[in-house]
């Protein structure tokens, strides 16, 4: 199985600042690689594919990169309502895996 | 408008069997992979189960399989897990999501999830 490592596992912000979460696949996978938001009793929300694709009617204050094996994704100007915890998944190969989660907290 | 709901989850004793529905709207979901993941209380996500659209295989994640099986109904557009020999570990909520199209596993859409707790 691919295993995603995700770090830092969690991360105190100010408003407006910017963070960049990583995440790194036990073996290439080219960019076959999706993030996800999810805050507290809902369900996950699509954010990006395909490594660095905006899912439509996400903002462009989420952005993400990598291939291969390490991926990044990037949140500007931070608001509150992007507190939330964010996943990572890679799609290459079933099973399908997700990277531990990155909770983000407004300080 | 696309729609994923899911439905079914509930109380069953360790050992019991349980069957969860996702009912599809908006889309067709033979050419969309529509899967099945899960979240224990207060932890990440775990990928379950889902259809090749490629071949139509059904794919099961190793804590599941054997335990756990994939079946739809094209005409309802509703897909079913059906979950048996129940363990405590098994206690999540359940999401279904539908892929983009022409993919197995890049989620786009999520259900908002139905609740299994596997507790005598």
């Known amino acids: 199985d691919i295993q995603m490592t995700q770090s830092p596992s969690s991360l105190s912000v100010s408003v407006g600042d910017s963070v960049t979460i990583t995440c790194r696949a036990s073996q290439a996978i080219d960019i076959h690689v999706a993030w996800f938001q999810q805050k507290p009793g809902k369900a996950p929300k699509s954010l990006i594919y395909s490594a660095s694709s905006l899912q439509s009617g996400v903002p462009s204050k989420f952005r993400g990169s990598g291939s291969g094996t390490d991926f990044a994704l990037t949140i500007s100007s931070l608001q509150p309502e992007d507190s939330a915890t964010y996943y990572c998944?890679?799609?290459?190969?079933?099973?399908?895996?997700f990277g531990g989660g990155t909770k983000v907290e407004m300080k | 408008e696309v729609q994923l709901l899911e439905s079914g989850g509930g109380l069953v004793p360790p050992g019991g069997s349980l069957t969860l529905s996702c009912a599809t709207s908006g889309f067709t979901f033979t050419s969309h992979g529509v899967n099945w993941a899960r979240q224990a209380p207060g932890k990440g996500l775990e990928w379950v189960s889902g259809?090749?659209?490629?071949?139509?295989?059904?794919h099961y994640a190793d804590s599941v399989q054997g335990r756990f099986s994939l079946s739809r109904d094209t005409s309802k557009g509703t897909i079913y897990l059906h979950m048996n020999s129940l363990r405590a570990e098994d206690t999540a909520v359940y999401y279904c999501?539908?892929?983009?199209?022409?993919?197995?596993?890049?989620?786009?859409?999520w259900g908002q999830g139905t609740l299994v707790t596997v507790s005598s």
């Open positions: 999501a539908k892929s983009l199209l022409g993919t197995n596993g890049c989620f786009e859409s």
């Open positions: 259809f090749s659209i490629s071949d139509e295989y059904l």
């Open positions: 998944q890679q799609y290459m190969r079933y099973p399908f895996t």
